[in-house]
């Protein structure tokens, strides 16, 4: 099972950018997230879809920037950056789920929790 992540590149501060992560082959998943990790820093989950409940969740510091959103039968998951800031700078993971569901909101930011990743895409925003 390969995760693909693309989208990511250079923007200024204020800019968007849309990454995008697709499973293949075609994997029964029940839940993709992105986790993010800046340079010197340890890996830090940004957001989560759980296909069967359909809500996402979020970290605290992209509640109201950020929008995860995908398409299960396509095995694709987006997520939409905006109002980038130089701190959002790092290389974003993709990532995925198919050992079961998660009922727990704090299990979706647990990297344990996920079976698959994605080789990062980098993300830089210039101030």
């Known amino acids: 099972v390969q995760l693909q992540a693309s989208g990511g590149g250079l923007v200024q501060a204020g800019g968007s950018l849309r990454l995008t992560c697709a499973v293949s082959p075609r994997t029964f998943t029940y839940v993709m997230g992105w986790f993010r990790q800046a340079p010197g820093k340890e890996r830090e989950f940004v957001a989560a879809i759980s296909w069967s409940v359909s809500s996402p969740n979020y970290a605290d510091f992209v509640k109201g920037r950020f929008i995860i959103s995908g398409d299960n039968a396509k095995n694709t998951v987006y997520l939409q950056m905006n109002s980038l800031k130089p701190e959002d700078t790092a290389v974003y993971y993709c990532?995925?789920?198919?050992?079961?569901?998660?009922?727990?909101?704090?299990?979706?930011?647990?990297?344990?929790?996920?079976?698959?990743w994605g080789q990062g895409t980098q993300v830089t925003v210039s101030s």
């Open positions: 990532a995925a789920r198919s050992r079961g569901p998660v009922y727990s909101a704090n299990d979706y930011a647990l990297a344990r929790n996920y079976d698959y």
